[in-house]
């Protein structure tokens, strides 16, 4: 069994109608030796088998706690409600769907033992040139292309609890931008000297969920990653902020069958939703409202958006699913949100 310093870190575990992935979560950190962590279950109000998966572990692992709120208050609201649930001197929220490769936790609590970081990223989306070092968060966002997208996944970042305090009013104010919990580290960067340091190996991998309320439309997640960068006074680096989007796009191209440049998978995604009569509107203009640095990339998007007829797109559409073989999919509107 591993041993772990509760006073220094309490994670909290969020969670809302997904007991198949708790399960599997909490058997990765079971099965890890990890029973000495004071991990604590934060339920969004489930009406699955939620607490009947906790209660399972919990026969074995009596660090285990298990909070429900009364009513669903939604995912953005629930990350922030974690921090008044532990009072470790590092916050740590736990999504229940990611990757882990707790074989490296060792690495993780040799650095909570002896770091005065800020911040800690276990890896994700972390350039090479920052790993195993601490280094100051202004130095780190100059340098590297995803620094703040490296922070927005909830499971791959440790931040210092009285970091978190400090700005939690703010992070509430972007509840409904969904990046509410990178909001202590935008205006920290702005106004004091914070320290970040990132693990040298990975210890989780995000696993994208297309399940009906865990996920964003494509030009939606433009558009509430723009509006969060409006918490940055300074222009420059506000559009930096926002041209991590397009680099993500490049990062994600590569890994992509048809691996199109960021303006041509922006024309694709804006014909397809056209095809299928969604308007894409009110986005493309939230684009070019606050997409400081970034609405060049979406000008002939948004040409193609608003002057291609909704007939062709769709005949565009069908073609392309037979060239490349792809199953035919009947959208469904989700109304959870």
């Not at 058997?27 to 607490?51: I, K, Q, Y």
């Amino acid at each position: 069994m591993i041993t772990w310093d509760n006073a220094k870190l309490e994670p909290v575990l969020i969670t809302f109608n997904r007991a198949q992935h708790l399960e599997k979560t909490l058997r990765a950190f079971f099965d890890a030796g990890l029973t000495s962590m004071r991990l604590h279950v934060l339920d969004n109000a489930s009406t699955d088998e939620t607490p009947e998966v906790v209660a399972r572990f919990q026969a074995q692992w009596q660090n285990l706690h298990y909070h429900r709120n009364k009513y669903n208050i939604g995912g953005n609201a629930n990350i922030l409600r974690a921090v008044e649930i532990s009072n470790s001197e590092y916050h740590w929220v736990i999504g229940d769907d990611d990757e882990w490769y707790l074989s490296h936790t060792n690495e993780l609590i040799d650095i909570l033992k002896n770091t005065a970081a800020d911040v800690i990223r276990l890896g994700w989306q972390a350039s090479g040139m920052s790993r195993g070092k601490t280094l100051d968060s202004e130095i780190i966002r100059t340098q590297e292309k995803m620094f703040f997208g490296s922070l927005s996944m909830i499971s791959a970042t440790i931040l210092r609890r009285s970091l978190v305090t400090r700005y939690l009013c703010s992070a509430y104010a972007n509840i409904s931008n969904f990046y509410q919990q990178i909001i202590p580290v935008v205006l920290a960067n702005q106004n004091e000297k914070i320290s970040v340091h990132t693990l040298k190996n990975d210890l989780m991998l995000h696993t994208p969920n297309s399940t009906a309320a865990y996920f964003l439309g494509d030009l939606e997640w433009y558009t509430i990653w723009y509006k969060t960068g409006l918490f940055f006074c300074d222009e420059k680096k506000r559009a930096k902020f926002n041209q991590e989007t397009i680099h993500y796009a490049r990062f994600t191209a590569k890994n992509h069958k048809l691996g199109l440049p960021p303006w041509l998978s922006l024309i694709r995604i804006c014909l397809y939703f056209k095809s299928l009569r969604i308007s894409q509107s009110r986005y493309l203009v939230e684009i070019f409202l606050y997409g400081k640095g970034v609405r060049w990339i979406f000008f002939l998007p948004a040409c193609a958006y608003f002057l291609t007829p909704g007939f062709l797109a769709a005949g565009l559409r069908n073609l392309y699913q037979k060239i490349y073989k792809l199953p035919v999919k009947n959208p469904k509107r989700d109304t959870s949100r």
